[in-house]
């Protein structure tokens, strides 16, 4: 009878710890490539840690469907509470975490509790994160957008990284928040970026980014260093009405069209070295309680610094010109 006791709870012992194992979904197949956005957000609705690897993913995937029916409101926020890991994955249609129903102009987003990866993957249409928050890390990286790109209101509370990922698209990110450090190294960018009224409370990093379109960053702040080491601008670049509290830095950076640098405040130094200018600077009315460091600067035009007594250095209407000829 003990025996037969015995078996009977290990046997119990044994699915119960199978049952848990199910909690992480993990679907890598190699011969079924494809996988349904609503299979996807099944898992999500349970709150089950996803690892979705090599698959094609069909139909729209809409992160506010993982809301019941009964929770819509006419401002409804679905709490996710899955980890998402996307790795080396293809998106047929829209990814979005935004919805607004245009007949009784009700919105739905989402905010995202655990981690969210996206590793090496193609979005063939947009990607919409319209005043998502993500509360763990957000990882954007290796990708590539064809779409637009549409991070408006967007909070990330803790550490972001858009590493080595390429928009074909418009990209923005608008009244937004980065509470852990912001890092766009080696992205490449083949229409507009903007950045307007976004708050950055650690680093910024664009260094050896390649802009093709028009770059704005604008009424912004950043904490920490804003670092755009060996960038490369194609088109027009406006920084205005922005602070930057730890200095910037430009060096090695190429500007093709013109550079405008007005009514922004500097805490430290700002770095021009090894800069070169291709088209018309314009700095004006900015404040810099820091240096200027420069060396080997090149354009076409020509330069001029003024600094006043109190340290603060104005730069106006400057203009820029090969100091080689």
Known sequence: MKNILWIFVTAFLLFSCAEKKTETAVTNSETDTLISAEEILKNLVLGKNQVIKNKTVTG???????????????????????????????????VSAFCKNKENNSVFVCVFNKTVNFLECKFLKGVNFFQSRFNDRFNFELCNVKGSAEFTATEFMTGVSFHSSEFQGGCSFISGTFLGAANFFKTLYKKELIIQNVKFFRNLTFCDSHFYGYFELSLSDVASLADFSNAKFSDRVVFSNSGFWKGAKFSGCEFSKEFAFEKNRSFSDLNFSFVYFKNSVKVNDNVVLGGIIQEKLAGEKGFNWEISYNKTISLSDTKFFNINK
């Open 60 to 94: 729209v995937l809409d992160f506010t469907k993982a809301l019941k029916e009964d929770q819509k409101l006419n401002m409804s926020i679905a709490y996710l509470d899955g980890e998402l890991n996307f790795i080396n994955c293809k998106f047929l249609d829209d």
